[in-house]
């Protein structure tokens, strides 16, 4: 199983980027798909999550301004961020927890997008 992101770049603060994960590879079924964050020398943070029904979980620092939603017949999760802040700067993680068969799960990461937001 492989997780691919993309979508990061540079945008000035108000700005909108939007983010996309695909999950590739042996996949009987994908459960809960969600985006992280981290900066140097801080730990990765979760930013929004989205379960396989379609509910929503968000970080407070991002309500309001950022939007998750999830494609299943692609097994791809996107991230509208919109009202980009500088402290939004970070890599951007995809995360996925993924069964490749009905009896087993297992947790996957992507590789990174850099987000970089200028003032």
């Known amino acids: 199983v492989q997780l691919q992101a993309s979508g990061g770049g540079l945008v000035q603060a108000g700005g909108s980027l939007r983010l996309s994960c695909v999950a590739s590879?042996?996949?009987?079924?994908?459960?809960?798909m969600g985006w992280y964050r981290q900066v140097p020398g801080k730990q990765r943070e979760l930013v929004a999550r989205?379960?396989?029904?379609?509910?929503?979980n968000y970080a407070d620092f991002v309500k309001d301004r950022f939007t998750i939603s999830r494609d299943n017949a692609k097994n791809t999760i996107y991230l509208q961020m919109n009202s980009l802040k500088p402290e939004d700067t970070a890599v951007y993680y995809c995360?996925?927890?993924?069964?490749?068969?009905?009896?087993?799960?297992?947790?996957?990461w992507g590789q990174g997008t850099q987000v970089t937001v200028s003032s």
């Open positions: 995360a996925a927890d993924i069964s490749q068969s009905p009896w087993d799960r297992d947790d996957y």
């Open positions: 590879g042996s996949i009987f079924w994908a459960n809960a």
């Open positions: 989205i379960d396989r029904g379609g509910g929503t």
